[in-house]
């Protein structure tokens, strides 16, 4: 196995022999040896050039160059794609006015994504499950686009226009290029991401982010009350990379025992009764999200190492460096709804698709933040299929917790049937609509739908059509004027009394 992907892997082959050992192919040995060895420069960075000790632009210089470096061990020439794209970029951020230079940038930024992954697919086709180039694309396709609504935010608009995470993710000046491409290309998020916000890599960089600032999930006041000494990271640190091990042995355990592809055999399906179908896709999935927690974990680990990823203190008094972590195991685990398995899910992915699209989109923001996350992956079919089941689950979820999730809020006893009930249609609606996205192919897809006799499509279609459920846009405004009304009572009370004290 190893030996075939080696034509194919675009980076170094100096691996190669430990490739041969474990029979695991030769790119993905290169990405976890740069991850490791990001890891060790991560500790370096914090120590050697710490910003007490050297100038922000130090900091940018070693940043850039190592990223640099681990992208060229990674992927070769390929790599340069993320200058192009990055440059490209920069350009209409520099040239284009700045009311519609995010639009603008927006565009060519995905575009060029875009094209990079058509090309990979259907004319180089380097393989399903190798690691490729277009993986530390997407995460900087994030980071440039959000830092251009963010510039847009911030020199376009008036405080009173912004929403408070966006007044303080607003960027009040154009980023230097080398401040731009140190964001971008850093050696701690070029390979796995996770993306975050401009602001907050500068306040690491210049060694501001342990003073107390608004943060969207941190309680301010927590926050300010250990704000003098600077933080440790180790625990947080060795305790990510215990579950980073974990994952992989999981993963290297179970991968091959259930894979996903024997759901859709034929004599599988013929001779297997269907709530077996449904417990062997769970365990399927179930043995593929390990190494999504492996990546992600590490990443996550390899930043907050480097002393990025601070966000706060617990009421005990201990750090907490969750602020660009991309998912939480147990709630992802135990979700009781499709939403909170969501939320829990690449959580830095959601909050770009939430700010970018979901915030600011005026037609139906619901379907056009699936479209976008369907775009944005790839251009396999199965992607697609897996984002418009997903609009439909999801409109199918908030009727029914907002229909008849009440009714279970009697009693503990009716709280607790409602959450085993909820989690496990949780479990099968989000195996049922991962499905695709592991199978790729349209073929494949179909195939398992028809298997499934498309039940889960058709149940989210009557539930929708017998649970209506009013839109969040209009449920928030309905609580506004419900607090105007209040406020206005509140108001013509004050009134009445302050006319009776007068009188008196």
Known sequence: MATQTTASCTGSTLLQPISDIINLPVDQVNFVACQLFALLMAVWFRIYLHPSKTSPFIRHVVATLLGFYLALFCFGWYSLHFLVQSGLSYSVMVFAGLEHMHKYCFIVTLGYLISCQVTRVYVFDYGMYSADFTGPMMVITQKITSLAFEIHDGLTKREGQLTPSQKYLAIRRMPSLLEYLSYNCNFMGILAGPTCSYNDYMAFIEGTCYQPRHQENANGKENGKYKQSEPSSKNDV??????????????????TLVPV????????????????????????????????????????????????????????????????????????????SFKMFLDNWNIQTALWLKRVCYERCRINPMAATFVLSAMWHGVYPGYYLTFLTGIAMTMAARAVRHNIRPHFLGSDSHKRIYNVITWAGTQVAISYTVAPFVLLAVGPSLKFYRSWYFCLHLLCLLVVLALPVKSRRLQAKEQQDGLKDNQADHNSTDNNCNQKEKAT
Not at 240 to 254: D, F, H, M, R, V
Not at 266 to 295: C, G, I, N, W
Request: charged share 15%; glycine share 6%.
């Open 238 to 255: 060795i305790s990510k990379l215990c579950t980073c091990a974990i994952s992989l042995g999981i993963y290297l355990l179970l991968c």
């Open 261 to 336: 592809e024997l759901s859709i055999n034929d004599e599988f399906v013929s001779s297997t009764p269907f709530h077996l179908q449904v417990v062997y896709l769970y365990l399927a999935m179930l043995a593929l999200r390990p190494k999504y927690y492996f990546v992600w974990t590490l990443a996550d680990a390899i930043n907050n190492a480097a002393g990025f990823g601070f966000n706060g203190y617990n009421k005990d008094g201990s750090p907490r460096w969750d602020l660009i972590s991309n998912l939480r195991i147990l709630d992802i685990e135990f979700a009781t």
